[in-house]
């Protein structure tokens, strides 16, 4: 059974399923670069030295750990962060080895809310508020498409009641 199925009661549906927006993965993806950029340019300076085989492990062996903790994890943490919504409630799951995660019942559920700047209207993503009965709103950001995302829970709240 998929992911988010596998976590539904029985009578709950997915209404929508997604990660945060791409625009988390842009710093990644530049890091990325720059690191090929820098160790491609310092293993061309290298290359008449006698020691430059040597040196290409350590630029291999930096770079590999600068991209593995400035893009890959990253990459990770985007592709395993779901907001889910399901016709009973609202779910937030994070995290690969430890994943921490939040259930907000429709029913619960008193307010929506969303904001975007412009640079955010542009690349069409947001922060989406919920405000449930017994906590201080919680805050989702990079939520792609959340005007539509706000009019759907909304929806999905005033069908709860």
């Known amino acids: ?69 400035l893009t890959l994890l990253p990459v990770i943490r985007w592709r395993t962060t779901h907001f889910v919504v399901t016709t009973r409630r609202v779910l937030v799951r994070e995290g690969v080895l430890s994943r921490t995660g939040i259930d907000i019942p429709m029913s619960r559920i008193n307010s929506v809310q969303f904001r975007h700047t412009v640079l955010e209207r542009v690349l069409g993503c947001g922060t ?24 759907l829970l909304y929806q999905e709240v005033a069908d709860d009641t």
């Open 1 to 69: 059974m998929p992911y988010p199925d596998d976590l539904l009661v029985e009578g709950e549906r997915v209404v929508l399923h997604t990660h945060p927006h791409g625009k988390m993965l842009a710093g990644p993806v530049l890091v990325l670069l720059l690191v090929v950029a820098v160790c491609g340019f310092l293993a061309a300076v290298v290359r008449e030295q006698t020691w430059a085989p040597v040196a290409w492990i350590a630029l291999a062996a930096v770079g590999t750990a600068l991209v593995v903790r």
């Open 128 to 151: 989406l508020v919920i405000e449930s009965a017994s906590d201080e709103p919680l805050e989702f950001t990079d939520v792609p498409r959340v005007e539509k995302v706000h009019a």
